[in-house]
């Protein structure tokens, strides 16, 4: 015991006591009977010899174990540890994981599976046959069929949803390797959405459209401008009203062309801008009241009311950055708003419901309601429900207050009482920590 438990010093010298113990009995013996006494002093030796070999084997043995006992306890945390890590990443994963065995029993399952297949996966006891529900038997069949052929496949298959259209969905199946005859290999399921994979690739090609676009809007300035130009020279030098029309109409189109280069160049330089400074702020009333000015003097739209309600406010956001913004909404409002007074309304406020406290910018109009399949698209890049608008416009405005810290909505409602519904965009600004006196 002393062996096991203790160090070699305790088994040695209690192996030590115990024989001197015998060596002390035989003396003992030796003066009680002396006949007998050298039988009993070769025996007391003997035996604590073998107690030393005893103490010191089983003293090694005990050492043995104990490593050995703390190589299993680490691995058995290297292996939970593993175990979490590759639970978390299972979990986390955008494509769906379906781990099967050779009789379709479905063992482990993890959410996006669940998303993807939509008949209640999540809800079910594991594990259960895949066969279970009739939109999975494709799928039961496929894991089938690897187990026969005993290689991967891959086959895209469309999968009925509890609600809506059936899911096209890209299945991939594999093996694993099993080195314990006891124990079969499993099958383990990749299921990926093929509208989440058309997504992806649709914005890396629109990332690559966007960056080729900026290339040629650069290269398209110089000769628009030359364009322009030539075009004003000629003018002056004419005299017949149809060809002055013809260069008005060349002067018309060269402008629409130039704000279309704007319209993407601004889009370039915004995304490669994310992060402004926080000394540049601006005053909401009086910056909003001098932009809305300037642009109905330019415009020479009548019928603009604006409100101002957040008296000594300041925002984070650059002053050339909020005329863009505020001229994109409402160049974007007098396309679909009436004549009449108030057809366009400008409102800041600190009140507004589901933002509280925090400034807030509104351009509404009186327009006819937006199509719930244009409302998705609104804030997409070369979206845009005319031919003539580069769809840039809304979707510059929402890169320039991401960059600022800011956010904007649409929404359909009346401003106040009574008033007819109308198209309200607005934008919820990140307040300044300063705010000037009144």
């Keep these: 015991m002393s062996a096991v438990l203790g160090t070699v010093m305790v088994s040695m010298g209690t192996t030590a006591t115990v024989t001197l113990l015998l060596l002390a009995d035989a003396a003992w013996h030796w003066v009680q009977q002396p006949g007998d006494s050298p039988a009993r002093f070769v025996q007391a030796a003997l035996t604590g010899t073998g107690l030393f070999v005893v103490a010191l084997l089983a003293h090694e043995l005990a050492r043995r174990l104990a490593r050995e006992e703390a190589v299993s306890q680490h691995n058995r945390s290297s292996a939970q540890m593993q175990a979490q890590v590759n639970d978390l990443v299972i979990e986390t994963l955008s494509e769906g994981v379906l781990v099967i065995d050779a009789e379709g029993l479905v063992h482990a399952a993890n959410p996006a599976a669940d998303a993807i297949l939509g008949q209640g996966l999540g809800q079910l006891r594991l594990p259960f046959p895949l066969h279970a529900q009739p939109a999975w038997h494709a799928l039961a069949a496929l894991a089938r069929q690897t187990y026969a052929r005993r290689e991967s496949q891959s086959e895209e298959i469309p999968v009925a949803q509890a609600r809506g259209a059936a899911r096209e969905v890209r299945v991939r199946t594999r093996l694993t390797p099993s080195s314990d005859q006891r124990m079969g290999s499993l099958c383990v399921m990749f299921l990926q959405d093929l509208r989440e994979l058309e997504a992806r690739i649709r914005t890396e090609k629109l990332a690559a459209m966007g960056r080729m676009s900026a290339a040629v809007a650069h290269e398209i300035r110089n000769p628009l401008a030359a364009i322009t130009q030539a075009s004003a020279l000629l003018n002056e030098d004419l005299t017949d009203p149809a060809h002055r029309k013809l260069t008005h109409m060349v002067q018309h189109n060269a402008q629409r062309l130039a704000r279309i280069v704007d319209d993407v160049l601004d889009v370039s330089r915004a995304r490669q801008q994310r992060v402004l ?41 650059d002053v050339e950055h909020l005329r863009r913004l505020l001229v994109n909404l409402l160049d974007n409002a007098a396309r679909y708003a ?17 933002s509280p406290g925090r400034p807030t910018l509104q351009v509404w109009s009186d327009g006819a309601p937006l199509e719930p399949a244009v409302q998705r698209h609104l804030f997409e890049p070369f979206f845009s429900s005319e031919s003539r608008s580069s769809g840039l416009g809304l979707f510059l405005c929402r890169e320039l207050c991401r960059r600022h810290g800011a956010a904007i909505g ?14 309200e965009f607005f934008v919820g600004f990140a307040a300044s920590e300063n705010r000037l006196t009144q």
């Design 277 to 317: 400074s926080l000394g540049e702020q601006v005053v909401l009333d009086p910056t909003v009241q001098a932009l809305t000015e300037e642009w109905m003097r330019q415009t020479q739209r009548k019928g603009v009311t604006v409100v101002l309600d957040a008296p000594g406010v300041e925002v984070r956001f």
């Design 410 to 423: 649409y929404e359909r409602r009346a401003l106040a009482g009574e008033a007819p519904e109308g198209n």
């Design 338 to 354: 009436s004549l009449r007074e108030g057809a366009i309304q400008v409102v800041t406020t600190l009140q507004r419901a589901g």
